[in-house]
Each structure stands twice: as structure tokens, then as C-alpha cells.
């Protein structure tokens, strides 16, 4: 006879029909629980996350074989990683084995289409133990990791520990009551299917967990056998049961299934640097105070969140003692929502009945809000929402993809545009963006003051060049910076490019005023910029910093500008390559490179700078342990480059030991806040005498012949 088994050996009709109806209940009450959600989550605001179909569907899909089948992200920590592939794979075997089971009997045995028995019943059979065996060690894992290793960064809960304990039990008692199945009884004792067991080895070997265990009570009385395997059934059909309505019921856990892989689907299409675009003109707040002042997919976010920590583990705030963790505050805004949506959900039906059209989320009653606390300020510290510099680590690291930034940011707004609060050092700059157009308080520099000696064109007198060189505030006005910028223009001419500035009319990007929250000021800058340049027919820029790169390239064309955006690092390598620039004498210093988060994370850009420096310098270059898209700010981003760093260690002191531990002499980078950030931390270490930041035109210009 042909291997084959039947799905409910010896199990009466009755208990069949109880265990689909069970089954049905279970997606119904999953169906009402998620509508129930989905109420909660449309107390935001509206938010497109439906645009470009297409490309959506397709990242999706991409993601989903990466980050999902292959485990991208998660393998970058390769302990918790592999712990989870084990899991998650596994599980998904199993699910898709019943599924198969189910179809199998349901749907083509009754057409005589069957097609799980033979060779495909035995290895389909094998594959099955192998996923059991995937989960099992993939759950002991986690059990060392949450119970035995306990890292900070896990939140462990008793829901933890019951859901980790079912999934064992629920693939233990799988494995018993397979090999129970197997030894079975034989047909001489109750003319049953044949058990496999005995008369055909070979079909139970490829399960080969099911037939170990089978061969250590196949000497048991046919009756025992008989009654141990319905008992297992039904333990495991009780328990499988029991663990799918506890996940119903603790939705914290089923959402963790449903939720997350949604929340990849429906993430943002801006690309990576660019934050939200406010509608100045038609908002009602400029930016986020109350919970539902959140879009919809904001509140999707914090259901979306698996509490796993990674974030915490990559935040240079967090990892420096600030008291911003990425991943206290995402679970600290869902408590918040979660306290707050019974009373939201009943003003919204309020309203509906008093004729409104109940689209819009709608806050209590006047008495109701007095007594909860401030989102902003009381649930979410200003010193939470101030610490952060935007680096973009924990969006890096996030499985699930949460949008930290956004948040943080729009809160940000909240507390500039609609309280006028903001840090003395920050409303600083932001004032004298508004008053001289750059960020560089206290300067008595011009924008033109660098360029004496260097016969640059400026566009007033003549535009017709290839490229416009955006120096940039710091770049033009800053003393350390200048010199960035002097060794930039002169390899620029060294290779025959083209290039002007726009000089005394060159304008603040805006970059600082929007990360700062002064979304307003931001916006007045970018339309100027834009028409200005649209006004010179510019169509490519040459930038220094990275901030003004991002700026320029991910968020201007929200407002109409597409220019073509070059860094200046990218541009110098592409010069070498092309035999424009030409070392005339190659160093040998012990140098490593620091990863500017706004040209890495937010850009991924991490090759041209390491070429370049390759090319000038005879030793290897010093990759410090946190590199690339693993690399640690410098602690300018986000408007920190301008305020003061009050609370905890300074994050530039921090990377500068990381950078000591290399051994390097230079430390480069393609940053004017990086390189002044890592000078002053450099004295501040003492370390003058055996280190010195540079920029990476800096270096290349020491190397090259520029007579």
C-alpha cells in the first residue's frame, strides 16, 4: 500500500465538527477584535499610506523575502537572530504543512486528486519534523535569552513567558501524537489503516522525531498505545485551541502576527530623510500634542511595535544616558492611546448621534481632558523629545519598521509652533536663521570671507557653470569649517570643474529651523531657495554637508525643487576615478572613518568616502566596530549641533573612545558638524597630541599637487 495517513484517525465525527466549529469561532472573534482595533487606529488623523500601489506591493514583497523569509535586519544581532529565524520559520512550516493537511482532505481527495501520500507524504513528512525541531530550539533560545541572559533591553512581561510555554507545548505534543499515530494498533485489533510503524519503517524514519519517540513505547499493551494516542490528540488539540484564543484575548500577542507585517506594507514612500510635509495653511495644529493629533498609521506604529529593543540598543541618547529610548516611547504613547481611546471612541459616537459626521477624531468633554495628563510634557518628557539627534539608528534596526522620527519631530513642532517652547540654545539659532539667514550665531564672517584668493565665480555675476557648490552655514562660517570648504574648492578647480556659488545670497537650507521644529521657518526658506534657484536655471549642486545634501535632495522636492544633489565626497571620488585628481603623495597614516549618519542611514552612502581615502593613503583603513549603517552619531544631528548637551555623557566624547580603540591618528569624515563635534571632543579626551579630525577634502588636498 501507498504511505498515506488519515487526518483524524480514530477521532469521532463529532469531536471533527466541534474542532472546525472551535476553528470558526476563533476568525470570528479574531475578525471582531481587529474591527474593534481598527476603531482605535482611525481615531488619527488621515494619512495616505495607499499611494504609489505598485511600488508599495513590490517593496513589500522585496522586504518580505529579505527582512521576513531571510531575516536581514534580525541577523544583524546574530543570537536573537537566528533565535527568531528558528521560530518564525519553523512555525510557518507547520502552519503551512496543516494548511496543506486540510486542503489535502477536504478539497482534492474528494475529486480523487489527492496528492499528499507517497514519496511526497514521506518527505513532505520530514520536512515537518524538521521545522518542529526549528521552533523547539529556537523556544530554548529565548528562554535562555529572557530568563538566564535577561539583556536591559527586554521589557519581559508574563505574557512573555505564557506564549513561549504554549508554542512548546503545542509542538511536544505534536511530536507524541505522531508517534502515538505511528505504532497506532494494528488491523488484526481493531481494522484500522495499517500503522506504519511496524509494517512500513520507512514511512515513519523521515519523521524521524516521531519515530524515536514511537520506538521507546512501541512495546506498550495495542490498547495503551490506542488510549495515550487520544489522549494526546486531545491535549493537543485542547491546548493548540486554548493558545489561539489567549492570543485573541492578550492582542498584544496576536498583533505582534497581524499587525507587523502590515505595518511593513504600509510604511512611508518619502524616501528615507525626508520628514512629514505640514500644510501651514490649512492645519488645525502645526504639530502633535494630543494622541489623536497622530495619523492613523502613527497609532498603527505603536501596535506594530514588538518591545524588542533594538532600537533602545542602537539609540546613542539611550546608550550615552539620556532618558530618550525609542522603545520607551513608542510602549509609553500606546499606554497613553490605549488609557485614552474609551473616552475618544465614546466623544466620536457622541458626536455621530448629535448629527456630525464622526470622521474626525474628536476629543472628550472639556471636564473629561482636564483630568488627563499632557501627552507632551507629562507622558513624553521635553527632555525625551530634545535628546534626540535624528540620526535615524532605531529606524535602522527596527524589524517592523516604526517611524521614531517622525513622532519625535512632530512633537517637536508642538512645543515651537503651538507653545513657543523650545531651549534657550536652540531658539537661539533658530532666531538668527530668521534674522541673517544662517545658523551660525555669533559669527563675524561673511559668506564670501573663505573664498579670497580662490577667484570662485559667484552666479550674480556669472551662472554659466555646470554645478552651483552649496557650502553651506557652517561651511562659509564657521572658522574650523572654512577650511573644508577652501580644500573642496581648490580640488574642484584643480579638476577643471565648472562650479560657482551663489555667495552673499546663498540662504540657510533650513535644515536646522525644520529639525528643530520650526516647521514655518523651514518652509519659508525652502520656497525662497527653490525659486532662487530655479531662478539661476540650476540643475545640479555640489554640497558640503551632509544635512544640506539630505535637505536639498529628499526634502526640496516637496516644494517643486528637483536639482541633481552630489555630496562632495562623491564627487572627489568620482574625480579620482576619472584621473581628474591624482595623489602626488600617498600618506601613511593610521586613519579610520566615521559614517555621517545623514549621508549613511539616511542616504546610504558609505562606499565613495572609504574609496577616497583608500586612494591617498598607503595602510588599510581602521573600521571601527560601529561602522556604516551600524555607525554611532557624533551628536550634531537633529539641532544638537547647537545645543547645549546637559544631561549624560557627551555622545562626541563617546564615538571619539571608539575612535581611540582603533588606534588611528585621523579620524575622517565628510561632515563639517562631525569634524567640528569630534575637535572639541578631542580635546576635551586630551587626545590632541595623538589624534586630529579632518575632512576628507581636507585630506585629499594635502595629498594632491593643487600648484
Not at 75 to 101: N, W
Amino acid at each position: 500500500m501507498e504511505a498515506s495517513r488519515e487526518i483524524f484517525w480514530n477521532i469521532p465525527l463529532i469531536i471533527q465538527i466541534c474542532l472546525y466549529l472551535s476553528a470558526v469561532a476563533a476568525i470570528l472573534l479574531i475578525g471582531y477584535s481587529v474591527y474593534k482595533r481598527y476603531q482605535m487606529w482611525m481615531l488619527g488623523k488621515p494619512d495616505n499610506r495607499l499611494d504609489k500601489p505598485v511600488s508599495r506591493i513590490w517593496e513589500f514583497i522585496k522586504l518580505g523575502i529579505l527582512d521576513g523569509v531571510f531575516h536581514r535586519r534580525f541577523l544583524r544581532e546574530p543570537y536573537p537572530g537566528i533565535m527568531h529565524f528558528l521560530i518564525f520559520v519553523g512555525c510557518c512550516l507547520l502552519f503551512v504543512g496543516a494548511g496543506l493537511d486540510f486542503l489535502n482532505h477536504y478539497v482534492f481527495e474528494p475529486f480523487h486528486a489527492a496528492f499528499i501520500h507517497g514519496p511526497v507524504y514521506i518527505y513532505l513528512g520530514g520536512l515537518w519534523n524538521i521545522a518542529g525541531v526549528m521552533v523547539l530550539v529556537g523556544l530554548l533560545l529565548a528562554f535562555v535569552r529572557r530568563y538566564i541572559q535577561r539583556p536591559k533591553r527586554l521589557n519581559t512581561i508574563f505574557d512573555d513567558g505564557v506564549a513561549l510555554f504554549l508554542i512548546l507545548i503545542v509542538v511536544v505534543t505534536g511530536f507524541f501524537l505522531q508517534a502515538f499515530r505511528m505504532i497506532g494498533a494494528t488491523p488484526e485489533a481493531l481494522g484500522l489503516t495499517q500503522p506504519e510503524y511496524y509494517v512500513h519503517p520507512e514511512w515513519g524514519q523521515a519523521r524521524f522525531v516521531g519515530f524515536w519517540i514511537a520506538g521507546m513505547f512501541a512495546g506498550l499493551p495495542e490498547a495503551t498505545r490506542l488510549l495515550w494516542y487520544q489522549i494526546m490528540w486531545y491535549g493537543h488539540v485542547i491546548i493548540t485551541v486554548g493558545a489561539v484564543f489567549y492570543v485573541i484575548v492578550a492582542w498584544d500577542k496576536l498583533n505582534h502576527i497581524l499587525v507587523s507585517p502590515a505595518n511593513v506594507f504600509f510604511k512611508t514612500s518619502r524616501p528615507k530623510g525626508a520628514l512629514s510635509l505640514v500644510d501651514l495653511e490649512n492645519a488645525e495644529t502645526y504639530g502633535i500634542g494630543k494622541i489623536e493629533d497622530f495619523t492613523w498609521k502613527q497609532l498603527f506604529d505603536l501596535d506594530a511595535c514588538t518591545n524588542c529593543g533594538r532600537c533602545q540598543d542602537r539609540c546613542p541618547a539611550y546608550l550615552t544616558d539620556k532618558p530618550l529610548s525609542p522603545r520607551q516611547l513608542v510602549q509609553d504613547l500606546k499606554t497613553h492611546w490605549l488609557d485614552r481611546a474609551p473616552a475618544l471612541l465614546a466623544a466620536k459616537k457622541a458626536k455621530a448621534r448629535a448629527g456630525g459626521t464622526g470622521d474626525a477624531a474628536v476629543a472628550p468633554a472639556p471636564e473629561a481632558a482636564a483630568s488627563e495628563k499632557a501627552m507632551v510634557g507629562e507622558i513624553i518628557t521635553e527632555d525625551v523629545i530634545w535628546s534626540c539627534t535624528t540620526c535615524r539608528a532605531c529606524q535602522d534596526i527596527c524589524p517592523v519598521f516604526i517611524e521614531h522620527i517622525d513622532k519625535i519631530i512632530d512633537m517637536r513642532r508642538h512645543l515651537v509652533l503651538d507653545l513657543a517652547q523650545v531651549p534657550e540654545t536652540g531658539l537661539a539659532v533658530l532666531q538668527c536663521i530668521e534674522a541673517r539667514g544662517h545658523s551660525c550665531k555669533g559669527t563675524t564672517l561673511t559668506r564670501t570671507d573663505w573664498t579670497a584668493g580662490l577667484d570662485i565665480k559667484q552666479l550674480s555675476e556669472d551662472s554659466n557653470v555646470e554645478y552651483v557648490f552649496f557650502a553651506g552655514c557652517a561651511a562659509s562660517l564657521e572658522e574650523r569649517s572654512t577650511k573644508i570648504a577652501i580644500a573642496t574648492a581648490k580640488l574642484l578647480k584643480k579638476a577643471g570643474v565648472s562650479f560657482g556659488i551663489l555667495g552673499m545670497q546663498e540662504m540657510c537650507c533650513g535644515e536646522p529651523a525644520r529639525r528643530l521644529g520650526n516647521e514655518y521657518l523651514y518652509q519659508t526658506l525652502a520656497a525662497n531657495n527653490v525659486e532662487q534657484f530655479k531662478g539661476y536655471n540650476i540643475k545640479k549642486i555640489i554640497t558640503m554637508c551632509p544635512h544640506c545634501f539630505n535637505t536639498l535632495k529628499n526634502e526640496y522636492p516637496q516644494f517643486g525643487g528637483n536639482f541633481e544633489i552630489i555630496h562632495h565626497s562623491t564627487m572627489i571620488s568620482q574625480l579620482i576615478n576619472e584621473g581628474k585628481i591624482k595623489p602626488a603623495v600617498m600618506k601613511e597614516n593610521k586613519i579610520t572613518y566615521h559614517d555621517s549618519c545623514y549621508l549613511g542611514r539616511h542616504n546610504d552612502i558609505y562606499n565613495p568616502q572609504r574609496h577616497v581615502l583608500q586612494a591617498i593613503n598607503k595602510l588599510p583603513l581602521l573600521e571601527m566596530e560601529r561602522s556604516r549603517s551600524n555607525g554611532f552619531c557624533c551628536g550634531a544631528g537633529g539641532g544638537r549641533f547647537w545645543m547645549e548637551e546637559r544631561i549624560g555623557k557627551r555622545i562626541s566624547e563617546v564615538r571619539i573612545e571608539q575612535v581611540i580603540e582603533t588606534g588611528a591618528e585621523i579620524v575622517a569624515s565628510a561632515c563639517p558638524y562631525c569634524v567640528q563635534m569630534f575637535t572639541d571632543a578631542i580635546k576635551a579626551k586630551g587626545a590632541e597630541e595623538t589624534l586630529i579630525a579632518k575632512d576628507i577634502a581636507e585630506l585629499v588636498a594635502e595629498a594632491v599637487d593643487l600648484k
